[in-house]
Nanobody, 124 residues
Framework: QVQVVESGGGLVQPGGSLRLSCAASGFAFRRHFMGWFRQAPGKDREFVAAIGWSGIMTRYSDSAKGRFTISRDNAKNMVYLQMNSLKLEDTAVYSC?????????????????WGQGTQVTVSS
């Protein structure tokens, strides 16, 4: 049974940091690209960051570049998103997802294992 479970969300002030975690099981984790996406109220789901099989290849959205860092631990089937210098506009539900691919994927439709998401709220 495939499971993707996010954790680590919460309320943080602008300029603060959060580290999101994603625990995956039930599929060949080491052969899947892993991505983080987010969806704010009234907006479409958008790409945040993705990481390749070995963790060497990464891709970030323009809004995440320089502030967020995606990483993975294949021994633990975990993916992380370190978020620094958080802004009000980062408020959203953040979801972790898996894509069976040999090339980088950034479209939500390319990912087919999804978690329920974790709420991140940036507010003063």
């Amino acid at each position: 049974q495939v499971q993707v479970v996010e954790s680590g969300g919460g309320l943080v002030q602008p300029g603060g940091s959060l580290r999101l975690s994603c625990a995956a099981s039930g599929f060949a984790f080491r052969r899947h690209f892993m991505g983080w996406f987010r969806q704010a109220p009234g907006k479409d789901r958008e790409f945040v960051a993705a990481i390749g099989w070995s963790g060497i290849m990464t891709r970030y959205s323009d809004s995440a570049k320089g502030r967020f860092t995606i990483s993975r631990d294949n021994a633990k089937n975990m993916v992380y998103l370190q978020m620094n210098s958080l802004k009000l506009e980062d408020t959203a539900v953040y979801s972790c997802a898996a894509a069976s691919s040999v090339v980088m994927r950034t479209e939500p439709t390319d990912y087919y294992y999804w978690g329920q998401g974790t709420q991140v709220t940036v507010s003063s």
